[in-house]
Every structure is written in structure tokens, then in C-alpha cells.
Nanobody, 126 residues
Framework: VQLQESGGGLVQPGGSLRLSCAAS????????MSWVRQAPGKEFEWVGA????????WYSDAVKGRFTISKDNAKNTLYMQLNSLQTDDTAMYYC????????????????????WGQGTQVTVSS
């Protein structure tokens, strides 16, 4: 199982970015997948998730209405569109997955994941 995030960068407040998470070793259509982030000096924060079918998404209150999670099963890739970015959104963003076996352990709030990627940096600054 491998997850590779991309799409981060430096953007001004109010700007947008689209993050991607390319998956290999499993099918994104088989698992609920999540995005989490870690700001400098802070703990990991859950951002949102999408069900295996893609039919349902959930978001933290901090990003609801501004971020949108989607996936392309044919490309085996997870996405997150980030709009109306704020300085508080500055963080390393990771896609994460719980398969139940293998990998490591990442606890984010009440959630546990056993696979996550290297992350992509999002910096919001004027």
C-alpha cells in the first residue's frame, strides 16, 4: 500500500489549491479514505473523509463549505479541492487510510489509520 500526495504550494489568502493522493497496492473504491493535516507545532487534525462508494463525505467544521473531497476510481486517486484558503489552513496535508492490517499507526483525534503518505505542504500567506 502506498499513498503519494501532491498539489500543495504557496497561495495567498482567498486562493485555491487542488490536492491529489495517488494510491497503489489497493483500490480507493474499496475503503473510506481521509485527509488529515498537521500545522507547525500542532497535533494532527482530521479534515474530512469520503466513503468507499464516494457517495458520502464528511468535513471538520473548520473546512466545511470550503474544502471538497472527491475521488476518481479509474485513476485510483483521491482529491481535495481547497477554496477560500485562510492562513490557519497552513499545514502539511496527508491522505490516510485504515485497512485494519499492516502499516503503522497514526492517531488523529478519535480516528486511527495504518497507512498515510509523505504529505504535501500548503502555505497560505500574503
Amino acid at each position: 500500500v502506498q499513498l503519494q500526495e501532491s498539489g500543495g504550494g504557496l497561495v495567498q489568502p482567498g486562493g485555491s489549491l487542488r490536492l491529489s493522493c495517488a494510491a497503489s497496492g489497493f483500490s480507493v473504491s474499496s475503503y473510506t479514505m481521509s485527509w488529515v493535516r498537521q500545522a507547525p507545532g500542532k497535533e494532527f487534525e482530521w479534515v474530512g473523509a469520503i466513503t468507499a462508494s464516494g457517495g458520502n463525505t464528511w468535513y471538520s467544521d473548520a473546512v466545511k463549505g470550503r474544502f471538497t473531497i472527491s475521488k476518481d476510481n479509474a485513476k485510483n486517486t483521491l482529491y481535495m479541492q481547497l477554496n477560500s484558503l485562510q492562513t490557519d489552513d497552513t499545514a502539511m496535508y496527508y491522505c490516510a487510510l485504515r485497512t485494519g492490517t499492516g502499516g503503522g499507526l497514526l492517531r488523529v483525534g478519535g480516528y486511527e489509520y495504518n497507512y498515510w503518505g509523505q504529505g504535501t505542504q500548503v502555505t497560505v500567506s500574503s
